[in-house]
């Protein structure tokens, strides 16, 4: 269907079933968004994350990372983001503003690494040095000594504003959605 006729509420139902089908879709384009953080020099930060948990109701998602991470520590001194997702596909933007939270341990987050532990994502979790940290060995980018706990945590999103943008030949709309506003903008 052409995603110019939908209506508000078709618009609000169709974004969030496209960011769950991202989280079961490998390919979908709306997997990969850009999370920004404000550095804790002040500076922007963005980075490429993997959407992992998409709750439609809460209007909550989940991303999964090394706690050890410069963006945990980012997180936790400024907990507002932004995320951006660009579906061609769709011809849709959207960019989120987001209060975030961080859980390194507790039931959620064994309930995932119980999962995780099994597979070939383990290793990221597992790395004897930081993310980030300067390589001090002649390994050339892949130093990935893998013992010891886990250092997965687990970044909540709730999500205050939709910045929605549909690019059309017939006209370019735009909209920002909060759990229950709608106000149309110039696009
Ligand atoms: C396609 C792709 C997916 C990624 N997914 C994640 C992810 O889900 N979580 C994560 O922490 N980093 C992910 N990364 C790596 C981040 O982009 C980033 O390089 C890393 O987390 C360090 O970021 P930081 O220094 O700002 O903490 C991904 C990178 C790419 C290219």
New binding site residues.
Partial sequence: MDTHLLSKSDIRHRIWQELQRAVVDRHHEWR?PVLATLGVDGAP?A????LRHADSGRAVLH????SR???VAELEAAPQVSLVFWSKRLSWQLRMRAQATVQRSGPEVDAVWARISTSAAAGDYLSAQA??AVLDTAAEGHSKGVSGPHHLALIKLQVLEIDWLELARSGHRRASLTQTGWTWRVP
């Fill in positions: 990969t930060q980075r490429t994350v993997v991303i999964y990372t090394d991470s410069p963006k993310p980030g």
